[in-house]
């Protein structure tokens, strides 16, 4: 069992950046997918960004292209989302999520991929 835990949320007035910190533990996660998805109030959750393993590839939601940036730092088994030039329409709780059975180097952007998730944190973007 993984289990990840989302730090990094909070209030921002739009134009303003934060950064996502997913950690994870249990098993290290360096040959697990890992994604950043969101779900804001009233809307289907959304494919933010996704990484592959051991780390090479990247993939971006339309939403993020040009603003987020995912990383990972595997020896400290956490995922990070640099979120810049936000928008209040960013406003939603984004969710980490883990995929173990991904193969090396590929992404997926439908949820359903993933075995483990997060409980979320909250990102307010004020206009």
């Known amino acids: 069992q993984v289990q990840l835990v989302e730090s990094g949320g909070g209030s921002v007035q739009a134009g303003g950046s934060l950064r996502l910190s997913c950690a994870a533990s249990?098993?290290?996660?360096?040959?697990?997918?890992m994604a950043w998805f969101r779900q804001a109030p009233g809307k289907a959750r959304e494919f933010v960004a996704g990484?592959?393993?051991?780390?090479?590839?990247?993939d971006y939601g339309d939403s993020g292209k040009g603003r987020f940036t995912i990383s990972r730092d595997n020896a400290k088994n956490t995922v990070y989302l640099q979120m810049n030039s936000l928008k209040p329409e960013d406003t939603a709780v984004y969710y980490c999520a883990a995929d173990r059975t991904v193969a090396a180097g590929m992404i997926y952007t439908d949820g359903v991929r993933y075995d483990y998730w997060g409980q979320g944190t909250q990102v307010t973007v004020s206009s």
């Open positions: 249990g098993r290290p996660i360096a040959s697990y997918g």
């Open positions: 990484i592959s393993w051991p780390g090479g590839s990247t």
